[in-house]
């Protein structure tokens, strides 16, 4: 999802919700369950660059979330965990 002011976006996974969303000041944070866990203020370069992670525990499983982001005319956001691509774009 675009809107003027950056990008978002969301997924649930196993009951928790996810969401990630940067500007185009390259602020760029991850909320769980409405908790930022993780904020970045790195600048988004035309390469796949993981710029936010965090793990999230689910009883006795941990989990690895991580966003990656990339850059041209406009920011493009993909929101992963333990490696698999959950939501946002695939570049």
Not at 45 to 52: A, D, G, N, W, Y
Request: aromatic letters at 8%.
């Amino acid at each position: 999802m675009s809107d003027p002011d950056g990008v978002e976006c969301r997924a649930e996974f196993k009951g928790h919700e996810i969401r990630v969303f940067s500007t185009w000041t390259q602020d760029a944070r991850l909320y769980i369950d409405g908790v930022c866990r993780d904020r970045s203020i790195r600048r988004v370069s035309l390469r796949k660059t993981r710029i936010l992670s965090t793990n999230l525990r689910i009883g006795t499983d941990d989990y690895r979330v991580e966003v990656f982001a990339k850059a041209l005319l406009s920011i493009r956001l993909q929101l992963r965990i333990d490696g698999r691509q959950v939501a946002g774009e695939v570049f």
